[in-house]
């Protein structure tokens, strides 16, 4: 609530151009797309096996990174693609897709651990930077002022801006 109020005071005080996106969502963006494109190309070379196929530091199979860890990369570019487009074109839905990519790994740890297709200590390192990935994202979306007052600006535009950085 203090957020919220601290928001509305800088708005009506005039601190704040509606236009910008901050440096931090700015750079966000950037990495998302490349991320996105990224892992795309990496599942087509794994896929036409063109790469070498490492899950957490260990060879795998071809078949094994394909069944595991392709779905993973496969939704991760998915997310970070739908957060590169939603930044750009300043929609505030673009900061949920990036927060659903730490629970998306902390599940699915969870869920190859359980069932043995990932030792404990590999599952055991992807919660714990999972945590720490989905803790940075919370403050820097939705705790950080620049980007609160952004956001702010934006639910109070409509849903979007036609200016764009």
Request: hydrophobic residues 55%.
């Amino acid at each position: 609530m203090r957020a919220l109020q601290f928001a509305q005071d800088r708005l009506a005080a005039g601190g704040w151009r509606s236009s910008r996106r901050p440096l931090s969502l700015t750079v966000l963006m950037w990495f998302s797309g490349i991320c996105a494109v990224g892992a795309v190309l990496a599942i087509a070379a794994v896929a036409a096996g063109i790469e070498p196929r490492m899950a957490g530091g260990m060879q795998v199979t071809r078949e094994q990174w394909l069944v595991f860890a392709a779905p993973l990369v496969g939704a991760i570019a998915v997310l970070t693609g739908l957060t590169s487009i939603g930044l750009r074109s300043h929609r505030p839905w673009a900061r949920w897709c990036f927060m659903l990519i730490s629970p998306l790994i902390l599940a699915s740890a969870a869920g190859f651990t359980s069932i043995g297709a990932v030792p404990w200590s590999l599952g055991k390192v992807a919660v714990i930077v999972a945590t720490a990935v989905g803790l940075f994202s919370a403050w820097l979306l939705f705790w950080q002022r620049a980007s609160l007052l952004y956001f702010y600006r934006i639910r109070q535009a409509g849903g979007g801006m036609s200016s764009r950085r």
